[in-house]
């Protein structure tokens, strides 16, 4: 089982060094591992997006009078109708834990991938820890 923080889950770097992992060749087993452990993630980002737009865009989204949404400047957001709650609501759910039905994967697993620090750090709710920590 892997639990983690909505905001862990949800992080940009994440999702780019989970792509990495996933997509680096390995041996079967290995990969079959990953395989495992990234599509159950990614199961749960679909989810949690799901529950997002719901719950937090559902209550906070300015809309137009047919009841659309209505973008920020950039295109890429919504506009808020109450900012502050926005916010509060926003890092309240950041905060929640989630618990994907997964393995974590082993550390040994990701031995022929090459990960800087801050990716191994960004990958540590999902990782066991290493056997051998020489």
Do not use: C, W
């Not at 079967?28 to 989810?47: F, L, T, V």
């Not at 209550?59 to 709650?85: H, M, P």
């Not at 509060?88 to 090459?114: M, N, T, W, Y």
């Amino acid at each position: 089982m892997i639990s983690m923080k909505v905001s862990e889950l949800m992080h940009g770097m994440f999702v780019r060094v989970l792509q990495k992992i996933a997509g680096t060749p390995n041996d079967p087993y290995a990969a079959y591992r990953i395989r495992n452990a990234s599509r159950a993630i990614q199961e749960m980002q679909g989810k949690t997006r799901f529950q997002y737009k719901e719950e937090i865009q559902g209550k906070y989204a300015e809309r137009d009078e047919s009841g659309a949404v209505i973008l920020d400047e950039t295109g890429t957001g919504f506009k808020a109708n109450d900012t502050k709650g926005f916010d509060e609501a926003s890092i309240a759910f950041g905060e929640r834990k989630v618990d994907i039905d997964a393995k974590k994967i082993r550390f040994e697993d990701l031995a022929k991938i090459q990960l800087s620090p801050a990716e191994l750090e960004i990958l540590s709710p999902i990782l066991d820890e290493p056997k051998n920590q020489e």
